[in-house]
């Protein structure tokens, strides 16, 4: 069964007839040409398809994409404004806080949406709020020194 | 001034080259690559652990709509074999499955969904076997066998791989050996003789990008998108098996979503060419998490260690017995097994040892390679039973371990590089960082230490670059490394930038294509530093060779008396060009490019245990202090240090995240990973029931200390790095346990009901 949804993503509005089972990160991936977002684990587990759902982070492996209908969707591609990119995207690049990158749009996703709460995290709270993103290459410290140090960036 | 400090590029925190497009979710990855009419595949594994395939029946599944064909046992007919070491594998499976997820059959059709019901229509009868899924029942007198060939070989790096003939009729496939002085008699001479056994379990590389593949094959041209490790091996691979030439075959290497060497020789990227040639268009396979797990792992061992020494502490004999668990096929087992047996000696002196070290088929999934390739499971046993020895010695672990590592310049094995390092002052340093000596602050807190080392760089690798100046000065390096994380093209691209005097960002890496990018035979081995970085500093250095000659024409000077700095070339007197009017000098018009090549390839030396002198030794110290809970088994990480041995960090900022991403990889065996095996089923493979380190797991302090000696025989002093960091890790861990709770710990992963257990044991002991 099909269903048209409205979406908006990364502000800009789209209309589509997706299948009701579409997952939302094929939707964005597939139907929207937005692969930024990562297939890391599909259980919602690893984080690396994480976006934002009206300022709030979702898994989209785990959202349907009809649950997404009249709901603002931020993917990592979305970050940017007018080409500068956002203090935890030139943090993650000035700290070395990614190394293969494929579960990065899903760690800059969420360090966004901590930062949006806590601007000043400590490490403990890094921790907390970063658990259910799953990186394989750095060891994490990376992650956690350049969440740490992105409100230097912030003008 | 300090020649280091010279340096314009080298040894500073560049911003990584692939750094914008990570963070924007731009950079493209092979699970991101779409073509005009792509196909998608889906494979039907088998659901047996061993099992004769005795009828494939296909028709139905041909005859649903959106299926564009459909691979069976049939369509093997006319193609060669493959696999890393030994050719055993199949596209699919042809006589019989021999563990479950062993490839069936696949299916491209428009969509997965369409795919995956036309796996539900295809037929197949089996024919249950007995299985073996495990050391001791694949060892035991009169096992089924898994592959029924008498023998078999084949080459993998310049070397020559054989099951020896005395294996037929069992379960071994490779046997690595080797010896010096006499084991037996010194043991007879030894004060106390230890013998231990050690077990690793199998654990998986979990790369988050899993194995993916799109082909297209047209006529008998095969271009192929992979997420691989070595392009240029699957290319031969894929030449043996279609029987077409290698410049028939084209891979190209996007981004890799993390390797480890999970993507190295060939996995299912010539199933996904075989469908695209019958499906007559491009086809897109990309496994899921269960697939990838049920793909590679690395290899479950069993290390019987027996040690000899003298009263006063020193070592006299050592003698092992390796057992590794490569599966239902051999994948890089035989060469993991003979670097295991290898690298078993550790980092000290002893003047008798015998190692015998097996590779052993079973019905499970095909152990590969895995960062650190042989070496955890040895370092595992080496560096836990040197703790044992110390304390029934009555002697401090660390004054042990100085009485007997080996100095710098002395020799591993005679034929071999010396050792290039001070093993001495690196454990010193990691000692004093984790506070040796002084008591823990707490009950049930302890501290251990480990030293370990490995051959460094690949045995035999063979290499090439390109350096190219376009007629505006901006460089393009052509480097067959693959960019999987490690950040190879950032270090590569420094490498350039500081020979030709260019800034860093005036230097880009082009995308691997095996058609126009020059040979490199592996990303493995913590190699790319040394082994690519020379050729790449050699291209640079021939491109400099050139662009001086035009100049010294141009600015009358001698080429030894001109310099490049700031992307100029500086000639006496203080005249200069900037390399844009120099190129435009050179060809009359704004055009052209001159191009430098540089090459690199390890020597051959029968004097040599492994055929060939290491390039350099990896060497890493850990040292870890932990709390145990005495109430639930727990073990909590209080500190770990790390030191790696780097010679020059050429970006000190990925020196450290290689180290802590190593670090926290093998905490992952240490206390949480197992692939878990029931009646030959696998039991978790996904993230739910197999867990991986996340922020949680970390040491709640952890220190990265890079030893720079300028020591390697790479770019200016620089060694590899990369799997160092994960080897002491399990074992300075094990030895904490014991110095907190006095529990000595055999079979990783060390999970709460074991050390739990073993606390209950000891009480009522």
Redesign the interface.
Known sequence: MNKKIKLRVNGKKHELEVPTSRLLIDCL?YDLG??????????G??G?CAVLMDGEMISACLTLAVMADGHDIT???G??KNGE?NPV?KS?????G????????GQ?IAATALLAENPRPNEDE???W?????????????I?ESIQKAHQFVK | MNKSNAYKVIGR?E??S????????????T??VALPGMAHAKIMRSPYPHARIVRVDCRQAERLPGVYAVITKEDQRGLGMFGAAYKDQTIVAVDKARYVGDPVAAVAAVDEATAEEALALIDIDYEELPAVSSLEEALAPGAVLVHDFASSGGELMGQRYETPKEFAGTNLCYRFSYAKGDVGEAFKKADQVFEDTFTFPRVQ?????PHATVAQVEEDRITMWAGTQEPFTLREHLADIFKVPLNKIRIIVP??????GGKLAVKTEPLAAALSWKAKRPVRLVH??EESFKTVTRHPARVRIKTGVTRDGKLLARECLIHMETGAYADAGPRVTQKAGYRSLGPYRIPHTKTDAYTVYTNTVPAGAYRGFGTLQVTWAYESQMDIIAGKLGLDPLEFRLKNLLKKGELYTPGDTPVDCDLEEGLLRAAKAIGWGERSERNARGKGLACCMKDGGGTYKVSSAAVKMNSDGSVVLLTGTVE????ARTALSQIVAEELGVPFDRVMVAQLDTDVTPYDVNTNASSSTVVMGLSVQRAARDLKRQLLRHASKLLKAKPDQLRLEGGRVHGGNHSSLSLPELMHKVFLSRAGEIVGRGAYQDIKSKKAALGSPTTFWEISWGAAEVEVDADTGEIKLVKYVSLADVGKAIHP??C??Q???????AIGHTLLEEMIYKDGQLLNP???DYR?P???H?PKD?ETILVENQNGPGPFGAKGTGEGGLLPVASAIGNSVYNAVGVRLYDLPLTPEKVWRALQAKKTA
């Open positions: 991936r937005l692969t930024g977002t990562k297939e890391g684990c599909s259980v587990v690893c690396a993917t990592v591609e970050l940017a990119l995207q993650f690049i000035q700290y070395g990614f190394q293969c990158g494929i579960c990065t749009p800059v890094i921790k907390d970063m658990m259910g993103n799953l990186c394989r290459c750095t060891g994490y410290y990376k956690i | 925190p911003p990584r692939d750094g914008l497009e990570k963070v924007t979710g731009k950079a493209i990855y699970v991101d590389h979990f790369s988050m990008e981004y890799v979503g993390g390797g480890y899921t998490v999987v994380g490690q950040g900022v990925m450290e995240g180290d802590e991403g190593g670090v926290m990889n996904n993230l739910v991986v996340s922020f949680t970390l952890f």
